[in-house]
């Protein structure tokens, strides 16, 4: 909502300058998002367009001369295909302060030559100037503007651009922000006048209105006003149109959309002698019922939509825009003027479902009073009479079977207490909502019965009230304190904490943590998934995505890491190692996707040397394990890993993982072919973890082992198996022994002298007994028992 | 049989030998040959058993002599060999303490996480507790029951990703657009004094640019007692946007409208650029905006089964993305999750 300030001065006196005006009404919760202020035009002036010849090297481009006054004259260079001579335009000579039309930045004006021809200066567009977006054309302003003039002498006015919130449709107009300014600046609001004479015949008898669906049209009334003259707006009223983002076009329609910015009620202008019957009806429209509207649209509509038709056809949809056949044109003589009052939702509805956005159906869906139709009539019959040449019509019609109540509300001095932590007097409470037009009424001992003005449709409860004294007063000037009490009961969070302990964990073993979007596209996950999984479980789909690319809600993010990884390849082969925490939504039957809580990574290129240069080993199964074991290491758990086929995983170099006898995820080298689809180009090994199966074997609390105070004996043991035999499985039986303490695998060899479908297995084992030191004999029986169990479950050697 | 010959002929040995020796490894080697409990002669005092009493007291007394001397001898030649060591690393051995270890990997949290965490740990200190909710939701949540009905001009506030699925002719389900339903969801659940803060990501139909992203990470506050006034609720605020901002900065409060707050309100602090005096950057309003909050509706509490007669309450909410720019300076939103390498090791 645009405000110039010229003419809010109408309705109140300005007593701030713009900015701290500006300030306070922010403060209170009206906040203006820009000033636009008529700017620094210094060296603008008003020109006159008295020649106009063609560029000799552009079609596209012309040079005008610009009387600029004082007798002097100055030839430019235009793009603009709106210019012609006798125009009155705005000059900027060099060395003015402009907006770049392109960029949008503020930029000064240079002399320079265009196409091979020097501009003496520039004829400016309104975004050129700070006054809005337009740069297709000049700003063209009134024939009447000084020749030379300084252009703030013709245009100078201090906008307001105001972002509003939905809960005050009061604040759409002019008055509604005069009363905000009013209040806050302790001035007097000056009501327009609405008053005019009555010459023509009485409306009663003239025209009929019907409305058939009361729920959706509580008020409709009608104005008619004869001998109307069709013409242009005055001056004044053009240049406060354009001021406040509005197109003047004739006298008519700009005094309906100049009294909706004056008071915030939509009107609408029909052509009297076009309306059948000159009968109104406000009805639902028939399902499949077609129609044509102003711009030119064409519609079906739904019985859910209300319609204002004649007797025989439809010629508006309802706040929403009017229809084609019956607007206002050149030969208009009578008007029949709609001020109404619809029902926000339904018009909310209407209009998404239409996708047309007028100022009217912003302002009726917002719930506008049932007081102001028959003000705004009288407002918008007053200035037809006076600018269209118009008879006002004895009386209107005004059809209101949904009379609301008017609103009351009752605020103890307990309540505004126990809200804003303070209690403000009385007096002052009085002074504020009778400056909002609140009228406030004392009840001793304890309360106020609060009279809400019909046009704040938003207040209708006493926490209502009492924001306005607190937003009037000044949030800034309440009370501050720190929360008492008791602090609730703590409610443990596991999965959270897990969470968290593993993020920690991935970063503690070198890994960069990425966020990436929780929507994909297919293509993504078809690249790392099997089509028949995504054909069996299909995500779920996002009905309005934003692009094609974020349309799946993923259920996986194995692209994800990989698109980021390919997406940091900077061409050598530094090792680069990601991991994200973020849930996969996995779909349910008629209800909430399952979200499941995962941990991914991946590492790739290769380790660094002394010097941190990549020229170790490619980064591979191992890597990913390590960072993976590094994490379960931070948990205080073991995992077992056994070799898997996946998709997505290259076989042979796979497997999933499985802690305390839980299936809870997945590592591997990731398939050369799927490494391939992100054109990455080196190997990538990957890990997903699943939290939410990892969290029943979580154990929060570490139990203490005594050290043992007697020596442990090491010992290395060499074995030779056949080559398929996992180490896992070599460790397992190790493990069994009750006498040993430790065991870790330290060489793996296969080659001479090793026979062909061996290998050598190497492990350190540490013996240990509790309660006493172990003799050289019992560690050597022990070992016998190992090896012995070895050879036969395993047809294990010892190495020689 | 030992004599006095044997053991002027083991001393010019083992001083011989102990001359030899030129490291520690050596040295040990000649102490464990010569003094040790095997050693030469330790042996050569074995063979003593063999003498009468006299001679073996003499032969005796000179042998702990000698191993007198040959302890002093090796303690002076081990002392020596220690500062030749020395004097070795600082002529030949010396490190260049300019030059880098080798490198150890270094991970980093997203910047996001960060914050996230430093917002979570200054309310936790507060008494919130952290309280999560899931991503999809149903409009009920969402909107319903934070006084949003359908149709409402306030579901303008939050433009909507709609899961593709349909009951009775309507779609009920979404993606979040904040993460306000878990108030519900909670209040539903528990009986006041309620503290509680829900961290999450959220989603909006809403196109990118420099100050917007359609994916964006929220924390939401909610206290819930008797006695909780709209001076707690600034105070809370205040605390907070203090301890993430610090604790010179000017904290001011606007009013502002929310559909499940009344009175509503935002909470700003003072323009990092300008420090109150009005720029570009702030709007020449002085102020930059860090979060939304007010006082819980009366009928959301009524709704859950509370008395809003008895109970009071403040809800809050703030998305952590601009938190994060606000503290790191970031000028662009997009930085966050298209995951740079260059932008993400920096935090
Ligand atoms: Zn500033």
């Not at chain 1, 941190?612 to 073991?638: I, Q």
């Not at chain 1, 060499?718 to 035999?725: N, P, S």
């Amino acid at each position: 909502m645009r405000v110039p300030l010229r003419w809010l001065s109408e309705y109140v006196d300005l007593v701030l300058d713009p900015e701290e005006l500006a300030r306070r009404l922010t403060t209170a919760g009206v906040e203006v998002g820009e000033i636009i202020s008529a700017g620094d035009w210094q060296n603008i002036v008003v020109g006159e367009v008295v020649k106009l010849d063609k560029h000799p090297n552009a079609d596209r481009l012309t040079l005008p001369t610009v009387d600029i006054g004082g007798g002097e004259q100055r030839q430019v260079v235009c793009g603009a295909p709106n210019i012609a001579v006798g125009q009155k335009i705005a000059y900027a000579a060099v060395g003015a302060r402009l907006i770049d039309g392109h960029s949008g930045e503020p930029t000064v004006l240079r002399k320079a030559k265009i196409r091979g021809v020097e501009s003496q200066g520039m004829v400016c567009s309104e975004k050129e100037l700070g006054l809005g977006e337009a740069h297709e054309g000049i700003l063209v302003l009134s024939p009447e503007a000084p020749t030379g003039a300084p252009l703030a002498d013709v245009l100078g006015d201090t906008v307001f651009d105001f972002d509003l919130t939905p809960n005050r449709p009061d604040l759409f107009s002019m008055l509604g922000i005069a009363r905000e300014v009013a209040a806050l600046t302790g001035q007097k609001v000056r009501d327009p006048s609405i008053q005019y004479e009555e010459k023509g015949a009485a409306a009663k008898g003239r025209a009929k209105v019907s409305i058939a669906d009361p729920d959706l049209c509580p008020r409709y009334v009608g104005a008619i006003i004869d001998d109307v003259k069709i013409g242009p707006s005055p001056d004044w009223m053009q240049e406060r149109l354009t001021a406040a983002g509005l197109r003047p076009i004739n006298n008519i329609v700009d005094i309906t959309n100049y009294v909706m910015l004056e008071t915030g009620q939509p009107l609408h202008a029909f052509d009297y002698d076009r309306l059948a019957k000159h009968h109104i009806i406000v009805r639902r429209a028939e399902a499949g019922e077609k129609m044509e509207l102003i711009d030119g649209s064409k519609h079906t509509l739904t019985n859910e939509m209300l319609l204002i038709a004649d007797a025989e056809r439809s010629v508006a949809v309802a706040g929403v825009m009017g229809g084609f056949d019956s607007e206002v044109t050149k030969e208009t003589k009578t008007v029949l003027l709609e001020a109404a009052n619809f029902n926000g939702p339904n018009i909310r509805r209407t209009s998404q479902a239409l996708k047309v956005r007028t100022d009217a159906s912003t302002r009726f869906e917002k719930g506008l009073s049932q007081h102001l139709p028959p003000i705004a009539a009288a407002r918008a019959v007053k200035l037809m009479v006076e600018h269209a040449g118009g008879r006002a019509a004895k009386g209107v019609i005004d059809v209101h079977p949904g009379k609301a109540k008017e609103g009351r509300v009752t605020v103890t001095m307990e309540r505004l207490v126990r809200v804003l932590g303070m209690e403000p007097s009385t007096a002052r409470v009085r002074e504020i909502l009778t400056a909002l037009g609140f009228g406030a009424r004392w009840m001793p001992p304890d309360r106020f019965v609060v009279r809400v003005p019909y046009w704040r449709t938003d207040v209708s409860i006493a926490d209502d009230v009492i924001e306005e004294i607190a937003r009037i007063e000044g949030y800034d000037q309440l009370p501050t304190s720190q929360l008492r009490g008791e602090i609730p009961e703590l409610v443990p969070q596991p999965r959270r904490d897990l969470r968290e302990r593993v993020r920690d964990a991935l970063a503690d073993a070198g890994m960069q943590e990425i966020i990436t979007y929780s929507l994909t596209d297919l293509e993504s996950l078809q690249k790392v998934l099997p089509k028949e999984e995504l054909a069996v479980a299909p995500p779920l789909r996002v009905s309005n995505p934003l692009s094609r690319q974020w349309e799946y809600a993923r259920t996986t993010l194995r692209h994800a890491l990989l698109d980021t990884l390919a997406s940091n390849l900077r061409g050598d082969q530094s090792l680069i190692s990601l991991f994200e925490m973020a849930c996969v939504y996995l779909p349910r039957e008629d209800d909430l996707p399952d979200e499941v809580e995962m941990a991914f990574g991946v590492v790739s290129g290769r380790e660094p040397d002394r010097w941190g240069r990549p020229t170790g080993e490619p980064a591979g199964f191992y890597a990913a394990k390590s960072r993976l074991d590094h994490v379960f290491s931070a948990l205080r758990m073991t995992a077992d890993y056994r070799e898997a086929k996946e998709s997505a995983y290259l076989p042979g170099r796979t497997a999933e993982v499985f802690v305390g006898g839980d299936r809870v995820g997945l590592i591997g080298e990731v398939h050369p072919q799927v490494v391939e689809r992100f054109d990455i180009g080196r190997e990538v090994a990957m890990f997903e973890v699943n939290l939410d199966a990892l969290l029943p074997h979580v154990s929060e609390i570490v139990h203490f082992q005594p050290v043992s105070p007697y020596p442990a004996v090491e010992e290395d043991l060499a074995i030779v198996v056949g080559e398929d035999v996992p180490a896992g499985r070599v460790l397992e039986l190790i493990r069994a022994s009750n006498l040993v303490a430790n065991v870790s695998v330290f060489d793996v060899y296969s080659g001479d002298p090793i026979a062909a479908g061996k290998k050598s297995l190497a492990f350190a084992i540490s013996y240990q007994a509790e309660g006493k030191t172990l003799s050289d004999a019992e560690v050597a029986k022990e070992r016998g028992r190992i090896v012995e169990r070895l050879q036969r479950e395993l047809d294990a050697e010892l190495r020689a | 049989m030992a004599s006095d010959t044997d053991i002027q002929q083991l001393e010019a040995a083992a001083l011989k030998d102990l001359d030899a020796a030129s490291d520690i490894a050596a040295l040990e080697e000649w102490r464990v040959g010569y003094l040790g409990r095997k050693g030469r002669l330790t042996g050569l005092l074995r063979g003593l058993s063999s003498l009468s009493i006299e001679e073996r007291r003499t032969v005796g007394r000179a042998a702990n002599e000698l191993k007198e001397r040959l302890e002093e001898a090796h303690e002076a030649r081990r002392h020596a060999v220690e500062e030749a060591r020395v004097e070795q690393v600082i002529v030949g051995e010396r490190r260049d303490v300019t030059l880098p270890g080798p490198p150890l990997p270094r991970g980093r949290l997203h910047p996001i996480t960060q914050t996230m965490r430093d917002i979570v740990a200054s309310l936790s200190g507060m008494g919130f507790q952290v309280a999560e909710g899931p991503e999809i939701e149903w409009d009920r949540y969402n909107f319903e029951a934070l006084r949003i009905p359908q149709d409402h001009p306030a579901r303008d506030m939050w433009d909507t990703l709609w899961i593709d699925y349909e009951k009775d002719g309507r779609r009920p389900m979404l993606m979040r657009t904040h993460t306000s339903p878990n108030q519900i969801r909670v209040m539903e659940q528990r009986e006041p004094p309620i503290r509680i803060i829900v961290p999450g990501k959220c989603y909006r139909f809403e196109a990118t640019d420099a100050t917007h992203e359609w994916m964006l990470t929220q924390v939401e506050g909610l206290a819930v007692d008797e006695g909780i006034s709209l001076a707690d609720l600034k105070g809370t605020l205040a605390e907070f946007a203090r301890q993430m901002f610090g604790r010179d900065r000017k904290v001011g409060f606007r009013c502002d409208y929310f559909p499940f707050v009344e009175p509503g309100m935002e909470c700003r602090i003072d323009c990092f650029i300008c420090r109150g005096d009005g720029c570009r950057t702030c709007h020449h309003s002085g102020w930059i905006e860090i979060l939304g909050a007010g006082m819980v509706h009366p009928e959301i509490l009524a709704n859950a089964g509370y008395d809003p007669e008895r109970y009071t309450g403040f809800a809050f909410g703030m998305g952590v993305e601009r938190i994060a720019m606000l503290r790191y300076g970031v000028d662009d939103i997009r930085h966050f999750y298209s995951n740079d390498l260059r932008f993400l090791r920096q935090f």
